[in-house]
Every structure is written in structure tokens, then in C-alpha cells.
């Protein structure tokens, strides 16, 4: 059974600082891309950031770029995202996502198989 868990969520201020991880089980992680999604209330799910199986190519939505860093440690089936400078706009529940079969990540949320449940991230001025 795979599961997909995100931890890290919380309430910050503006200019704050979270790191979200993604615990994973019942897959062989090391050998697929994987992504971060969030999505706001009221909004469809985005992009946020995808990393390949190796932990190269990291690509970022331009929203995020220059403020989260995403990264992953095989030995422990688990992926990270750094958020610093949060901002307002960055609230919701991001998601953490394995695309099956693929070395590579990419950033169609269709793309992805497997999904976590989520972990709430809210910013206040």
C-alpha cells in the first residue's frame, strides 16, 4: 500500500519560514520523480516545485523561484520543501505527489499517481 505523508504545515507571518516534508512508503521512491502541489480556497491545485528521481533538475513554479528549495534523501524515502520568505499568497494545503514510472518530475499535477493528504500552510500579514 502506498502511502504518502506531509508533515511541517503551520500559521506563520509574512516573511516567515517552513520546511514541509513528505514521508513515503510502499514504493520504491528512489526511483520516480516527485512534486509538490498547494492548492488556496477557491483555487484549482498548482504547481509549486518537481525534483527527478536523482534529486537533480530542481524546477520551480515562478511564483516560488528564489524562495522554496525542494529536495529529496532517498535513503529515508522522504522529500523536502524549504519555504522562506512566505508570502500571503502562498496559503493552502500543499500536497506532496510520486509520478509512477517516470525518472523525471513534471509539472501537470495529471502526471502523478500517488498523493499525500495534505498539510495545511497559512501566512498572515
Known amino acids: 500500500q502506498v502511502q504518502l505523508v506531509e508533515s511541517g504545515g503551520g500559521s506563520v507571518q509574512a516573511g516567515g519560514s517552513l520546511r514541509l516534508s513528505c514521508a513515503t512508503s510502499g514504493l520504491t521512491f528512489s526511483r520516480y520523480g516527485m512534486a509538490w502541489f498547494r492548492q488556496a480556497p477557491g483555487k484549482e491545485r498548482e504547481f509549486v516545485a518537481t525534483?527527478?528521481?536523482?534529486?537533480?533538475?530542481?524546477y520551480y513554479a515562478d511564483s516560488v523561484k528564489g524562495r522554496f528549495t525542494i529536495s529529496r534523501d532517498n535513503a529515508k524515502n522522504t522529500a523536502a520543501l524549504e519555504m522562506n520568505s512566505l508570502k500571503p499568497e502562498d496559503t493552502g494545503v500543499y500536497y506532496c505527489a510520486v509520478r509512477l514510472g517516470y525518472y523525471s518530475g513534471a509539472s501537470n499535477a495529471h502526471d502523478y499517481n500517488y498523493w499525500g493528504q495534505g498539510t495545511q500552510v497559512t501566512v498572515s500579514l
Open positions: 525534483i527527478t528521481w536523482s534529486g537533480g533538475f530542481p
